[in-house]
């Protein structure tokens, strides 16, 4: 099959933080699906890149949402070649995510030549998902309610899975305020920051749950003056890692609980951050789902779960059966050795228009 359509989507530097080239980026996705019939939707953002919603005309029936974002991790002039072989891609966003996207745009292509026209299928591509959709989340939370189903065209799994669960995730930023003193002179005037934070990492550490899949890490540590003065502050940055609610619950309230008996008096904490991206656990309506698909398709899919999270956290958060990993299968995502299976991008075509004609386009 011919890539070069992709190679003009990886020559546009799409880091998150270049707001120019996502949005070119976004133009020339939009050119494309325009050109099956659908209207874009600019949510138009003034740091980032705009995040565009392509919707089809509507009939009775289910409604699907495809969703993948727009943007990539590498600035400019670090990791822009694209290139092949005869079994791979190579480039930034191959596998992550210009690939998916351009896998789901080939599936509705297929569609439309075969149906002379598309409906019930939209697409919603945002622009900072690499950095955490601080901005696109919400968006996406609203509008995925109108849907019955939603399907997300990250990277495939080495053996075609498509993914199931994904943990959730919250940043916490723990500020201390202590009482800086000589360290010599007036030592116990002082109320130490550097030693409540200090405790308090134990404390959040401590918390961890390998058993249930909950990580407590504090991966970032700052604080105090100098060797002869009791520190007068200090800073921690906190990631936390669940794959249920119910976990997620209970690392929060024992961080609350933490929060409201300091171990060092004369020292106070103020808690900033919190839930980035909610979990995405199995559940009834995606086992459903996935039974529907393997229906169609004829054979099983392989699933997975995975550790990283995605915007297929928010959807699922939001009470939308979802599944991901419909992208093409890739490895080296992230670093310069970024590349996707030339044979994933076919079986994905394949099965995604399978999928999305029994679903939607020939179900009345």
Same mark, same amino acid.
């Given at each position: @099959? ?13 880091? &998150? ?26 949510? *138009? ?16 029936? *289910?409604?699907?949402?495809? =969703?993948?974002?727009?943007? &990539?991790?590498?600035? /400019? ?19 992550? @995510? ?27 591509? %945002? ?34 899975? %498509? ?33 409540? /934070? ?8 401590? =918390?961890?749950? =390998? ?13 105090? !003056? ?23 619950? *209970?690392?929060? /309230? ?16 103020? @808690? ?63 670093? !310069? ?11 994905? !075509? *394949?099965?995604?228009?399978? !999928?999305?004609?029994?679903? %939607?386009?020939?179900?009345?």
């Amino acid at each position: @099959m011919d890539f070069k359509e992709l190679a003009s989507l990886v020559a546009l530097n799409s880091y &998150t933080k270049n707001k120019p080239g996502v949005d070119e980026n976004g133009r020339v996705f939009a050119r494309w699906m325009e050109s099956l019939g659908y209207h874009t939707t600019h949510y *138009r953002r003034n740091q980032i890149g705009d995040h565009l919603h392509f919707t089809a005309p509507k009939q009775d029936g *289910r409604k699907v949402l495809l =969703l993948g974002h727009l943007d &990539t991790v590498f600035p /400019a002039g670090t990791f822009e070649q694209f290139k092949e072989d005869d079994s791979w891609v190579y480039g930034p966003g191959v596998c992550d @995510m210009k690939g998916g996207n351009w896998i789901a745009l080939n599936a509705l292509r297929n569609l439309h030549q075969q149906y002379g026209g598309l409906h019930n299928i939209d697409m919603l591509l %945002v622009s900072d998902e690499e950095t955490g959709s601080d901005d696109s989340k919400h968006l996406t939370a609203e509008l995925v309610k109108a849907y019955d189903t939603c399907l997300v065209f990250e990277a495939a799994g080495a053996g075609n899975e %498509v993914v199931i669960a994904r943990k959730g995730v919250a940043t916490i930023y723990l500020d201390f305020t202590g009482k800086a003193a000589h360290a010599g002179n007036h030592y116990t005037d002082g109320c130490d920051a550097n030693l409540a /934070a200090a405790q308090m990492l134990i404390d959040l550490t401590s =918390l961890t749950n =390998l058993e249930l899949g909950t990580t407590v890490n504090v991966g970032k540590m700052s604080g105090g !003056i100098g060797a002869n003065t009791v520190s007068p502050h200090a800073h921690l940055v906190i990631e936390f890692r669940f794959t249920c609610g119910s976990e997620r619950d *209970r690392v929060l /309230a024992a961080i609350d609980q933490l929060l409201s008996k300091p171990s060092v008096e004369g020292v106070s904490v103020k @808690m900033s951050g919190g839930l980035q991206r909610d979990v995405m656990e199995s559940s009834p309506g995606q086992q459903q789902l996935l039974d529907e698909i393997e229906g169609l398709l004829g054979y099983a899919l392989p699933v997975e779960k995975r550790g990283g999270v995605s915007d297929a956290n928010v959807a699922s958060s939001a009470g939308v059966p979802t599944l991901d990993g419909f992208g093409p299968f890739g490895d080296g995502d992230h670093t !310069i050795h970024e590349r996707a299976s030339k044979a994933s991008f076919e079986q994905r !075509i *394949r099965e995604v228009t399978t !999928i999305l004609s029994g679903m %939607v386009m020939s179900a009345q």
